[in-house]
């Protein structure tokens, strides 16, 4: 199996601590806990580390569970987020410096790094990895849940950031994990095929992906996808790994499949612009030079393309 960047979580999620009564209040007194910051997304790095900070260092934050999320712990203590209000700083008083309630923090974010997990993921520790997609997973779900799916009342957070409850049918509401198959195409010469999105730019290329339909395996997924896309046809397939990619709820699941007829291989030119075959000197070269363009060395998509490749493969350094 792929040792996967975003699949390297080694802290305990602890969910018996989340309904806990008082645990917040236990937790910032607590001085092994650490909290990671999340702002619009990103989470906040130094250099190649996860920031943690202590609770003591963030003053003004709003400790409850619509902010504040329960990550896990570990030997070394507690982890918590902190998602942090997008405006944050953005209220001036009339000499310009933010206002007083917001301050501090502020001033924090002022000095703070905040970088995507799409661009930092691959770089950080096991344990940082795992608690940075935790943490944005749980922001984005957040985000986007707000109200009931069934009635469209307002929910309230309870479980430390784990659970939304509504208060008018009292129905509980979980983080959602949308599966998605993706996978690394090669055909009786042990070419690989990948195909360029219409969303993208000409030089950008990747594997083949797509959702898992209601009632469908993965691996029905797979060929329905694949035939959909680029109209060719697997005949075999093996399951490589799987990552969470939290943009904003995906579960990865990666694949190497086999497919036939590749010389009537045809985009779909509605999700797939161009697709191509590659042999390993092709795809070494071109993504040396930037004639290419790969996945982020975070995504599933890299992972695959590299395992086929035999090794890393060299780009020109971009953002």
């Known amino acids: ?68 999320h329960l990550l896990g712990r570990d030997a070394d203590g507690t982890y918590l987020s902190a998602v942090l209000p997008d405006r944050i700083g953005e209220a001036r008083d009339l000499d310009g410096a933010p206002v007083a309630e917001e301050a501090e923090l502020a001033r924090l974010v002022e000095r703070t790094e905040f970088a995507t997990i799409r661009r930092v993921g691959h770089r950080l520790g096991d344990r940082d990895a795992g608690l940075a997609t935790t943490a944005v997973a749980l922001s984005a779900w957040h985000r986007r849940s707000p109200h009931c799916p069934r009635c ?12 939304r409850r509504c208060p008018a049918d009292d129905e509980q509401h979980f983080p959602r994990t ?14 690989l095929l990948l195909g360029r999105s219409v969303h993208w730019e000409e030089a950008r290329f990747s594997t ?16 329905r996808e694949i035939y959909e896309e680029a109209r060719v046809e697997v005949t075999e397939m093996s399951y490589r790994g799987s990552q969470p990619w939290p943009f904003p709820c995906s579960l990865m699941l990666g694949y ?26 092709q795809i070494r070269d071109e993504a040396a030079s ?10 599933i998509a890299r992972s695959l393309i590299e395992e086929w490749y035999g090794g890393v493969l060299e780009e020109p350094e971009r953002d």
């Open 178 to 191: 949308d599966p998605a198959v993706i996978v690394a195409l090669v055909d009786d010469e042990d070419r």
């Open 1 to 68: 199996m792929l040792q996967l960047p975003l699949a390297r979580s080694v802290v305990d999620e602890a969910a018996y601590l989340r309904g806990e009564e008082g645990l917040y209040d236990r937790l910032r007194a607590d001085p092994t806990t650490r909290v990671a910051l999340v702002l619009r997304g990103e989470v906040a790095v130094d250099g190649d580390r996860l920031l943690l900070v202590a609770p003591g260092d963030l003053p003004g934050l709003d400790w409850g569970p619509e902010r504040v």
């Open 208 to 223: 083949l992906a797509g959702f898992v339909e209601s009632g469908e395996s993965a691996e029905t997924a797979v060929r």
């Open 290 to 299: 930037g004639r290419i363009r790969l996945p982020g060395r975070s995504s």
């Open 152 to 163: 469209g009342s307002l929910t309230v957070v309870e479980e430390s950031g784990w659970m």
């Open 256 to 281: 190497r499949a086999r497919v036939t007829n590749v010389q009537t291989a045809q985009a779909d030119g509605e999700e797939v612009a161009e697709i191509r075959l590659f042999t390993r000197e």
